[in-house]
């Protein structure tokens, strides 16, 4: 069936560097991608998404490109800082399964100060 | 606005005990979602509800019902709970069918014995 896989389950970077989280995925009718960070213990809260026109948005701190040729997005986290640690998600959704969102592994990002 | 919430926050079941797992989100949303997550993986859709009076099947739909009992909640029950289904169940919403972002409640911790 259709996947969101990741690359790296686990990246530690220090505080102030540049983290970026890769995501794989294998559904190419799907409309839009999105990303979601998890703290331990608590659900997982939308960051960004990008629709499958686009092959970039930026948010606040947090860029998201999307390659349709390989099928392959990432998150780019600026100045990342302790509290950005957590799990990061990539998901997609839509073209024949609107709403209904098929998830990644996860990414565990950890911050040293 | 308490967003989305779950009630209980933790339960443990006996096999083939049942029991119904509550929620109900504040924010207006026509469109509302049961997951699962198990260690170290992403969410599974269980169930969703586009909007208020209609119910479908999401990927792993065995051994669940829910009742979209009005617009503001949203319920999952498990008729005769078994150990395959330990695991952290979460609630969401969306504005609509069409909307990307989901908002997900705290998650209710549920072990079966």
């Known amino acids: 069936g259709e996947s969101v896989g990741l690359h790296l389950p686990t990246l530690s970077v220090q505080e102030g560097d540049n983290s970026i989280i890769n995501c794989a995925y294998s559904?190419?009718?799907?409309?839009?991608f999105i990303w979601y960070k998890q703290e331990s213990g608590k659900g997982p809260q939308f960051i960004i998404d990008?629709?499958?026109?686009?092959d970039k948005r930026q948010g606040q701190r947090v860029t998201v490109l999307l390659n349709k040729t390989v099928k392959h997005l990432s998150l780019q986290i600026a100045a990342t800082q302790p509290g950005d640690s957590a799990v990061y998600f990539c998901a997609d959704g839509g073209g024949t399964s609107y709403g209904k969102l098929t998830f990644g592994q996860g990414t565990i990002l950890t911050v040293h100060p | 606005n308490a967003g989305v919430t779950q009630t209980p926050k933790f339960q443990v079941l006996k096999t083939g005990q049942s029991m119904t797992l509550q929620c109900a989100q504040d924010?207006?949303?026509?469109?509302m979602y049961w997951y699962r997550q198990d260690p170290g993986m992403g969410l599974r859709l269980i169930y969703y509800s586009a909007s208020e009076g209609t119910t479908d099947k999401g990927e792993v739909p065995n051994g669940y019902n829910v009742s979209r009992l009005n617009k503001r909640e949203f319920s999952l029950r498990l008729e005769s709970a078994a150990p395959s289904q330990t695991s952290v169940y979460f609630c969401?919403?969306?504005?609509?069918?069409?909307?990307?972002?989901?908002?997900f409640g705290p998650g209710t911790r549920l072990t079966v014995t």
């Open positions: 969401a919403s969306s504005e609509s069918w069409w909307t990307s972002e989901q908002y």
């Open positions: 924010m207006n949303h026509n469109s």
């Open positions: 559904n190419s009718a799907s409309d839009y």
């Open positions: 990008i629709r499958s026109n686009m």
